[in-house]
């Protein structure tokens, strides 16, 4: 099993909110299910009005300091959706990285990213090792790794998904 993922970067500052930030919340059609397309058109397009035209699947978001505070379920959704691998932040709160881990969006807390790379550089990262690398200039930090847990999780592609792995017998 690959830990790594490897992405073009999306770099945002400090205080990105979910929401009104990451997503436009008081515009989220129905609070009760997830509006695919509609989250998916508002994600971060008052930070970068180009994000939605240009993201591609597997970028990474690299954020400042409390990165999605009021840390609603539906910013997650936007992020995962739209083909975003990671986010990589200088600081969070845990409720976000649980909401985020559970619909299989890692998010990495490790100090100091936003001075590692910047916007559309590579960037790698090991979830099992907390290995953080700029891939153009090699240089490198460690974040806290995932534990075992939180790496079975994110394998299965969500919690609920891990779950059903862990419950429900193998079909022979």
């Known amino acids: ?37 509609a989250l998916k058109a508002m994600c971060f397009a008052e930070l970068a009005p180009r994000f939605r035209a240009e993201v591609r699947t597997g970028d990474i978001v690299v954020a400042g300091r409390n990165f999605g505070h009021h840390s609603h379920q ?17 600081s969070t709160d845990s409720a976000f990285i649980r909401k985020a881990l559970n619909i299989g969006l890692p998010i990495i807390v490790c100090p100091g990213i936003t001075a ?25 930090l460690c974040a806290r790794p995932f534990s075992a847990r ?6 299965a592609g969500g919690f609920a998904s891990a779950m059903r792995r862990k419950l429900l017998p193998a079909k022979e």
């Open 1 to 37: 099993m690959t830990t790594r993922i490897s992405g073009r970067v999306w770099k945002f500052g400090d205080n990105i909110s979910a929401d009104d930030g990451i997503i436009q919340y008081s515009q989220v059609p129905s609070l009760d299910t997830f509006d695919i397309p």
């Open 74 to 90: 539906h910013a997650c959704v936007a992020m995962k959706e739209c083909g975003i691998a990671a986010c990589v932040v200088e």
């Open 116 to 140: 590692l790379v910047d916007q559309g550089e590579l960037l790698e990262a090991d979830l099992a090792t907390g290995g953080i690398r700029n891939v153009a200039t090699t240089a490198m």
């Open 150 to 155: 939180m790496l079975e999780i994110w394998c």
